[in-house]
């Protein structure tokens, strides 16, 4: 119970700060709105969910055994954004040719090559995992309590981006927003592979 506040506020600093997620989410909810939006909202938190658990059942250590794992993930991701980035650059508002809002299962998946969400499932696991609980369900408390605080703030990056839809109503601002918000993901990238 003394580890209870020092994880939640763990998982809200992980959860609010800027990472691929919150860059996806503000430029999904600035280019569809925040019901489109919605699916890869609960897709990125069901996907922490799952990270946590695969990371309080071992196989974080895994990253910790075989570092090349780890260097895999990193470049994937990377690429990932970039990719992602290069499509949000060509965007227009209601595009959905050029850039669609990532759905459920993507929203998962993408969890999978984003290093943010894995350092915060490997320090959830390997800080804040109560010695000699058992793994399965002290892994199930731990990712229910990040699911409950990190829905509301990624949520918040998405409403932010809609909350700029009124600016973006110019296609001109609309552009440089999605450019803008392309270079982040890039400059992130990179920071990825540092």
């Known amino acids: 119970m003394t580890q209870l506040l020092p994880m939640m506020m763990y998982c809200f600093v992980m959860s609010i700060t800027p990472g691929p997620n919150n860059l996806m989410l503000t430029a999904s909810g600035a280019n569809f709105g925040y019901r489109l939006t919605l699916p890869q909202v609960l897709g990125c938190v069901m996907g922490n969910v799952a990270l946590t658990l695969i990371a309080c059942n071992g196989l974080g250590q895994l990253f910790v055994a075989f570092p090349v794992a780890q260097v895999v993930l990193r470049t994937g991701g990377a690429l990932y954004l970039v990719w992602l980035a290069w499509k949000l650059a060509q965007s227009r508002m209601g595009d959905a040719q050029a850039l669609r809002p990532l759905t459920f299962l993507e929203g998962v998946m993408f969890q999978a090559f984003n290093p943010k969400s894995w350092i915060r499932a490997i320090t959830l696991a390997s800080v804040f995992m109560p010695a000699?609980?058992?793994?399965?369900?002290?892994?199930?408390?731990?990712?229910?309590?990040?699911?409950?605080?990190?829905?509301?703030?990624?949520?918040?990056?998405?409403?932010?981006?809609?909350?700029?839809?009124?600016?973006?109503?110019?296609?001109?601002?609309?552009?440089?927003?999605?450019v803008a918000m392309a270079a982040a993901l890039v400059v992130l990238a990179i920071d990825i592979l540092r």
């Open 132 to 178: 000699g609980a058992n793994p399965l369900t002290a892994g199930l408390a731990i990712s229910l309590i990040g699911a409950v605080i990190g829905f509301p703030c990624i949520s918040a990056w998405a409403l932010f981006g809609v909350a700029m839809r009124g600016v973006l109503s110019d296609p001109r601002r609309q552009r440089v927003f999605n």
